[in-house]
């Protein structure tokens, strides 16, 4: 399924953003959708997740309580609601998605750039 990530950009510590991610094909094997992001110098690191049956989402601990994840069905879109943010969240975040059956996130989005001042 091809996904496509945007709503990133250039925020001050404490601000907030909000991610989009759309998939534009047929979403019916999706277990679930899942967000990352990859900070300068550091490997990808899981963000967070939605279950795309039911809306039920884990976080990473250092996100949970500031970033919310969302789905709107009827468009095939999930989002990243992203507050209090600080300069370690700054990072290219991807969305990915997982099918049924499997235990890999195999479609990936580009990625979009999130930057946080101080």
């Known amino acids: 399924v091809p996904l496509q990530a945007s709503g990133g950009g250039l925020v001050q510590a404490g601000g907030s953003l909000r991610l989009s991610c759309a998939a534009s094909?047929?979403?019916?094997?999706?277990?679930?959708m899942g967000w990352f992001r990859q900070a300068p110098g550091k490997e990808r690191e899981f963000v967070g997740r939605i279950r795309w049956s039911d809306g039920s989402t884990d976080y990473a601990n250092s996100v949970k309580g500031r970033f919310t994840i969302s789905r709107d069905s009827a468009k095939n879109t999930v989002y990243l609601q992203m507050d209090s943010l600080q300069p370690e969240d700054t990072a290219v975040y991807y969305c990915?998605?997982?099918?049924?059956?499997?235990?890999?996130?195999?479609?990936w989005g580009q990625g979009t750039l999130v930057t946080v001042s101080s």
């Open positions: 990915a998605a997982r099918t049924f059956g499997t235990t890999m996130y195999t479609d």
């Open positions: 094909g047929r979403t019916f094997s999706t277990n679930y």
